[in-house]
């Protein structure tokens, strides 16, 4: 019944591998959200599709790749793992309709570079 | 650039007390202010703001904004052992949220 489910929850890994975390939400929302949640908390957007659309791309190394098949999934790809990117991810959605977003979240991705 | 900032950073009680949490904020196309907590996992929503002065309630909590001063506050009452947790204050733009650092909240018994 989970509503945002992101696999895997946990991941270690060796510096210069490549890595995916896939995204699924059964809210039938039209927009999905990449978050990445640092060692002091800090929740910042990655990327955001809207129906399979790339809408926002921050400031985010090239090394990092969504990927939406269809509008209920969004996948996070990730080359050449470096250190700095153990990290949580967290990945969101949301229906794009009245006065503002609410975000509802998956349980997050814990990935470790080692 | 969007900027939310909430404080204090942190901040330990004791159960019983009544605490206060700051969040402003600088967002472009602004729509809505949220609160989350966050515990373990994902953040939890609480509450979403859009008009100026009406405030929010859900139990011991309760939040105000204002949209003059671009700011928004938190209120937990009679706080207990449970509410210890990060909140998570967000301003919602015409695409995305942009969320501040967050208040980590520790409520000794």
């Known amino acids: 019944d989970t509503a945002v489910s992101q696999t895997p929850k946990y991941l270690v890994t060796q510096m210069g591998n490549d890595k995916s975390i896939k995204c699924e939400q059964n809210l039938g929302h039209d927009t999905m959200y990449w978050y990445k949640q640092d060692s002091k908390k800090f929740l910042k957007i990655m990327f955001s599709?809207?129906?399979?659309?790339?809408?926002i791309n921050e400031t985010v190394p090239n090394r990092f790749s969504p990927k939406s098949p269809d509008k209920a999934h969004l996948n996070l790809h990730i080359n050449s793992l470096e250190l700095g990117d153990s990290a949580v991810y967290f990945c969101?959605?949301?229906?794009?309709?009245?006065?503002?977003?609410?975000?509802?979240f998956g349980e997050g991705s814990w990935l470790t570079v080692v | 650039e969007d900027k939310v900032v909430q404080s204090p950073l942190s901040l330990v009680v004791h159960e019983g007390d009544t605490v206060t949490l700051n969040c402003s904020y600088e967002v472009t196309n602004f729509r809505s202010l949220l609160w989350y907590k966050q515990e373990k996992k994902a953040p939890t929503f609480l509450f979403m703001l859009?008009?100026?002065?009406i405030e929010k309630k859900s139990g011991r909590l309760s939040s105000i904004l204002d949209k003059k001063e671009l700011f928004s506050i938190l209120n937990i009452t009679a706080t207990q052992t449970g509410d210890s947790a990060v909140y998570l204050c967000a301003g919602s733009g015409a695409q995305k949220l942009v969320f501040g650092q967050g208040t980590r909240l520790t409520i000794n018994p």
């Open positions: 969101a959605s949301s229906q794009v309709v009245g006065p503002g977003n609410t975000i509802y």
């Open positions: 599709y809207n129906n399979k659309e790339l809408i």
């Open positions: 859009t008009s100026s002065g």
